[in-house]
């Protein structure tokens, strides 16, 4: 009696929604936490909540979703933490955009409305991203979802802000930091995105006190020169050291500012003396700190010249201001010269405005105690980092770290927990808000209006989301977690300051490996973007191909450290291998029985049997190395090697006599062997791809549980190892391909039976004379032939394998006459075509002007047609030998 079939087809859709489904219901994720055995814990980098999932995403989840599913294979309890980010800047931004179209302003509705209405927005639009990370079959807890400002990690975000001031490590200060004018907010130095731009260098002359002359200072924002304090020299440099302590009269507004000495000043850059802006650069900041100078501020917060800046450019946009200065620096005979001049310029992450350097009052956290230890633990290898280049970036970082700007001036985020007391101006901070003043007893209290950086909140993730501060059952038990997957950059924003926070408050590392993957890129390798119009939807590709042939797609092409070239193609050739699986397991069940023997290793018989367990043992052990070495593509590519051509192409092919002929020992010892090997296989396979494996798993006769998610890694069996049995299976592969070969070669319709006539001695003739069945059938021959004295006939087709001779007779088989004239005809049009090819790109005009890729293109083809006359060339030569 035959077992239950699998449909003719592989339809992804509809099976993909029933196991999500299954898994959900059946919380196949969700693991105990009893304290027992070994543990393995993941938290996901939580996407924004105004996100959609992207190629990154879908990369990142893939690799944690085979690394959580590997280890629930090793018998871990694991645990893989879901959970979504507030994104302060960008939810703000995405509901003042809705709100704009409504001819309304956050001003309008009131911060405490504005806040209920971002609320409702994430409500009804916050889902998205999860449900696109279900349907890519990520093996999370849903049970224990989380969100950076859900009531448990609200509570210890406060908690930690206020034991870190408790602690002198958050402070309030004047400081010069990044401000968008346009998202109104402070930004941190890695919120900040710096691009080239062709500007300008001005050379601006401004006139010595005493009369005896001028200095010249280069600057690319003229309009910023209304705000020196001070002009800078070099007290190293001969040319202007005599300066220093003199006065110099500043163009326009007439203020008299000092010479000053500093060796920061560079000799080489411009004209090597420095104008000097406290106010508006973060280097003459450090400058005027030291050096007492006035921090003058001519730009406000919202891209505007102040009152500072003087009557005629009070209110100008800093970009008018310019234009208009420069015209009145020229009038004056100030403005020496404009030279052009490529240099960095920083731009917001979110709105790609430029960003302006503002001083204002913020609230900063003390890093350095911080960082290292932070520092300290990747030295020691507390916690490591694949690939180990990335801990250089990492060190620099942490060495050259600068106190973090954690307030933000939005509404959207966790408000900072500070209190000023109107009656005596007391600062408090406080884990619950205060009724009254502790100093003085008044009630009269205003809370900061700032909200902290999101990556303050998302700093605590491996610990805050596992319930701390509360001692809970999960943090004893998956704290440290077991490793971070993410991308390069945010290995500062999120992965350092993640170290520190974990580090500082719960004494230990928050995981012990991070895997830092690369990114994925088009198939011409340029960054994927909606300006250049070549971003892949990843929900498009799953619709179209499948989510198991996607995630093969990029754990195939993951290798450590090398950016992923992404094309429908791939994919497309992926499915191709997912319907490979479905084939082959459909026609296993359809020559399996509803009871087959149960399988015992020690008792396998068979060269076939010998040799694919014997594989199998290779592939399970070089796959679960390569999972364990996060060598994705060394895993996938070992897979699809064993299940394509082991698998389909020979095993099946070797036991089909077996399998349809009448001897019922040998059916039913080939069923069991085959049902032994296509259970482990698709167990093998499931971290990849779980969807067609598991719909293939729940029809498997004599299975034990159903959920194959929770199936163990299949036992390592020594009794498997056959070593003779794969030499053996190897001559004899070699045997048939190089008969395959000469078939192949001269067009031989596979119809067409062939002799095969091996010059062999000992053991090796006896093995071919045993298996001439197994050849003739595979290799399509009526007859094999093999000892010593085999003499090569006349007209013949030849090979060697292992140092003997092969050969395929072929008179009356092949027209030599006529294959040779049909030889020449094709090399002479592929003569002609190639001399089209090289004769473009000979030409100059063509290599300089055509585009890079069209270039590219013909340079492939003609290496390909190339490659293609060599062969037939060879293969006529071969032909004109025979003749």
Request: charged share 25%.
């Amino acid at each position: 009696m035959a077992v239950q079939e699998l449909a003719k087809g592989y339809e992804p859709q509809d099976v993909e929604k029933k196991w999500i489904d299954f898994w959900d219901q059946n919380k196949s994720f969700t693991p105990g936490l009893e304290k027992h055995g070994k543990t393995y814990s993941i938290v996901i980098p939580p996407p924004n909540v105004t996100g959609t999932l992207h190629m990154g995403h879908a990369l990142n989840l893939t690799l944690q979703d085979i690394l959580c599913r590997f280890h629930r294979q090793q018998g871990h309890d694991v645990l893989w933490v879901p959970g979504t980010d507030h994104a302060g800047i960008a939810t703000q931004n995405v509901v003042e955009k809705a709100l704009a179209a409504e001819g309304k302003s956050r001003e309008d509705l009131g911060r405490e409305k504005f806040v209920e209405r971002v609320w409702e927005w994430k409500q009804e639009y916050g889902d998205k991203i999860l449900n696109q990370v279900k349907r890519i079959g990520a093996s999370v807890d849903w049970t224990r979802l989380r969100f950076t400002m859900d009531e448990g990690l609200s509570r210890a975000v406060r908690e930690v802000f206020v034991r870190l001031y408790e602690q002198g490590l958050i402070y309030q200060g004047d400081y010069i930091i990044n401000w968008c004018v346009r998202c109104h907010t402070a930004l941190s130095d890695l919120e900040v995105e710096h691009a080239e731009v062709d500007g300008h260098l001005h050379h601006l002359a401004y006139p010595l006190e005493d009369g005896s002359g001028r200095v010249v200072v280069a600057t690319t924002r003229p309009e910023t020169m209304l705000g020196d304090t001070a002009v800078a020299v070099n007290p190293k440099d001969e040319r202007f050291s005599h300066l220093i302590g003199k006065k110099v009269i500043l163009p326009i507004l007439g203020r008299k500012i000092p010479v000053i000495g500093d060796e920061y000043v560079d000799l080489e850059f411009g004209t090597g003396c420095l104008k000097v802006t406290p106010a508006h650069d973060p280097n003459d900041f450090d400058l005027g700190r030291k050096h007492g100078l006035d921090a003058v501020q001519v730009i406000d917060d919202l891209g505007r010249m102040t009152s500072e800046a003087g009557d005629l450019f009070k209110g100008l946009d800093r970009m008018e201001c310019r234009k208009k200065i420069l015209q009145v620096l020229e009038q004056e005979g100030a403005l020496e010269s404009i030279t052009g001049h490529k240099h960095s310029v920083g731009h917001c992450y979110r709105c790609n405005s430029v960003v302006e350097p503002y001083v204002s009052r913020q609230w900063f956290v003390k890093v350095k105690p911080l960082a290292a230890k932070a520092r300290d633990a990747v030295a020691r290898k507390k916690t490591e980092i694949f690939p180990s280049h990335w801990e250089k970036t990492y060190f620099e970082w942490m060495d050259n770290i600068r106190d973090w700007c954690i307030s933000r001036q939005i509404w959207w985020g966790h408000r900072i927990p500070a209190w000023i007391c109107q009656d005596c101006g007391e600062l408090i901070v406080a884990r619950q808000d205060p009724a009254d003043c502790p100093k003085c007893s008044g009630a009269q209290l205003i809370q900061d209006e700032d909200v902290l950086d999101t990556w303050f909140s998302s700093a605590l993730w491996p610990f805050s989301t596992l319930g701390w501060p509360d001692r809970t059952p999960e943090l004893e038990k998956f704290y440290p977690t077991s490793v971070l997957v993410t991308g390069f950059d945010i290995l500062f924003f999120w992965v350092a300051r993640m170290m520190m926070m974990g580090i500082h408050f719960m004494q230990d590392v928050p995981f012990h490996h991070v895997y830092i993957h690369a990114l994925v890129r088009d198939a011409q390798g340029q960054k994927m973007s909606k300006s250049k119009g070549n971003v892949i939807d990843p929900l498009v590709v799953m619709d179209k191909y499948g989510t198991d042939a996607f995630r093969f797609t990029l754990t195939a092409f993951a290798a450590m450290g090398r950016d992923i070239k992404m094309s429908e193609d791939r994919v497309e050739g992926y499915r191709h291998f997912i319907n490979k699986i479905w084939n082959a397991a459909r026609f296993s069940l359809m020559n399996l029985d509803d009871e087959v023997q149960d399988f015992k290793p020690d008792n396998v018989q068979g060269l076939a049997h010998q040799w694919i367990l014997h594989r199998l043992e290779e592939v399970k052990a070089e796959t679960a190395r390569a999972v364990e070495e996060y060598r994705f593509n060394d895993a996938a590519q070992t897979l699809y090697q064993f299940v394509w051509h082991s698998f389909c192409d020979w095993y099946l092919e070797l036991i089909k006599p077996e399998l349809y002929g009448d001897d019922q020992e040998l059916r039913k010892a080939a069923q069991k062997n085959l049902l032994q090997v296509l259970s482990e296989t698709l167990i093998l396979l499931h971290p990849i791809t779980p969807f067609v494996t598991q719909e293939i798993w729940s029809v498997l006769p004599g299975r034990q549980e159903e959920d194959l998610s929770r199936v163990l890694f299949p036992d390592f069996q020594d009794q498997c190892r056959f070593p003779e049995a794969a030499q053996d299976m190897d001559f004899l592969q070699q045997v048939v391909t190089a008969a395959r070969n000469i078939r192949s070669e001269l067009n031989i319709a596979p119809s067409r039976k062939l002799s095969l006539l091996v010059r062999a001695t000992g053991r090796d003739q006896e093995f071919l004379q045993d298996h001439a069945g197994l050849i003739r059938n595979l290799a399509g021959l009526d007859s094999l032939e093999a000892g010593p004295d085999i003499k090569p006939p006349k007209g013949c087709g030849s090979s060697v394998v292992k140092g003997y001779e092969l050969f395929v007779p072929l008179m009356g088989v092949v027209d030599i006459e006529g294959e040779l004239k049909r030889l020449d005809k094709e090399l002479a049009k592929l003569d002609k075509e190639l001399g089209i090819v090289s004769k473009k790109l000979d030409n100059p005009g063509f290599l300089n002007n055509a585009p890079e890729e069209v270039v590219a293109k013909e340079q492939a083809k003609a290496a390909e047609m190339g490659e293609k006359k060599e062969k037939l060339a060879g293969l006529r030569q071969k032909l004109a030998d025979m003749g």
